[in-house]
């Protein structure tokens, strides 16, 4: 039997886009998704993470074989790592654990993808439950290095230890979120943001494509490159974060933000939403809009190595393994 595959339940875009980086990381991966589109999508995925791998100069000549199986039991019997990427219905995710442990080893890890959903709720439906850990990617998977990885109550600091090590294999950034909370780090951040951002548009304050521009022209470049803390550490001038701290805290009593509240998501609204979006973008489809945010996340990460930063030290870590 084959003990060295990885199983990827679910095929949609991060589960393709785990499929692919696994893949081109030289390991053997088995697909389960009962679509019968599923290996169209992830071959066009596959073809978008081999020209953003060219452009890194990662090899993409060295790879894993893989197939797709409409059979959960037949992509997790002798996997050595499953990665469930089901969409965010708890009560599929359940189903779809029993499943998958009814056909695994009892020692396997088995990871989700879930952006939001905590372990523990996820584990009273497994009789090993110690053995799943959320591991939360974000898109693409192929070209971003991090993932969050999350412990319910029952996950011991074993399966913690064997995920990170399994993702640090495949090129990635594992970091350890070590209390459990509602939507992890990463998407809490986006969450507030994404607020905002709604606010803005509900109350006529900017288009999609203003705010978009705001982000992708300033604040944006900054956080690809140190992110909240240090770029605000640097604010502080010589004084350091204690007087960035001195001079802005205060602001935080001011009423700038809805963060509380959202808008209505009324017809209206989303109507106004909707046709921005298309005024902004719409000339592209959805895989164009993919390659050309491919082509400039290799970009960025390109220069990051170069100068041995941020997501660039990632980079230079998996040309090693």
Not at 27 to 39: K, N, R
Not at 96 to 120: F, L, M, N, Q, Y
Not at 185 to 206: H, K, N, S, T
């Amino acid at each position: 039997m084959n003990t060295t595959h990885h199983a990827i339940v679910g095929c949609g875009v991060i589960g393709a886009a785990w499929a692919a980086r696994t893949v081109l990381s030289g390991v053997d991966v088995v697909i389960s998704d009962p679509s019968p589109e599923a290996e169209s999508i992830f071959l066009a995925v596959l073809d978008n993470a081999v020209a953003a791998w060219d452009d890194l100069g990662l090899r993409t000549d060295q790879r894993g074989s893989w197939r797709v199986t409409d059979s959960i039991a037949d992509a997790v019997a002798g996997a050595s790592f499953i990665q469930e990427s089901v969409p965010e219905r708890p009560d599929l995710k359940a189903a779809v654990h029993r499943e998958i442990e009814a056909s695994c080893g009892t020692d396997v890890v088995i990871a989700s993808s879930t952006s939001g959903i905590k372990p523990t709720d996820m584990q009273a439906a497994l009789e090993h439950p110690e053995r799943l850990v959320v591991g939360h990617p974000y898109n693409p998977v192929y070209l971003l290095p991090v993932v969050e990885v999350v412990g319910g109550n029952a996950t011991t600091a074993e399966v913690i230890e064997s995920a990170k090590t399994t993702y640090s294999r495949l090129g990635m950034k594992p970091v350890h979120v070590r209390v459990e909370i509602d939507a992890f780090i990463g998407d809490r951040l986006l969450e507030a943001v994404w607020r905002e951002a709604l606010w803005l548009v509900a109350d006529g304050v900017a288009t999609t494509e203003e705010i978009d521009d705001v982000i992708t022209h300033g604040f944006g470049l900054r956080w690809a490159q140190m992110g909240l803390f240090e770029t605000y550490r640097v604010a502080g001038g010589t004084g350091g974060f204690r007087h960035f701290i001195s001079q802005f805290g205060p602001a935080l009593e001011w009423p700038w933000t809805k963060l509380m509240d959202t808008p209505e998501f009324t017809p209206e609204l989303v109507d106004r939403i909707v046709e921005q979006s298309d005024a902004q973008s719409g000339e592209y489809d959805v895989r164009e809009l993919e390659r050309i945010r491919d082509r400039n996340v290799a970009g960025f990460l390109k220069v990051l190595e170069a100068n041995r930063w941020a997501a660039g030290t990632a980079l230079a870590d998996q040309r090693e393994v």
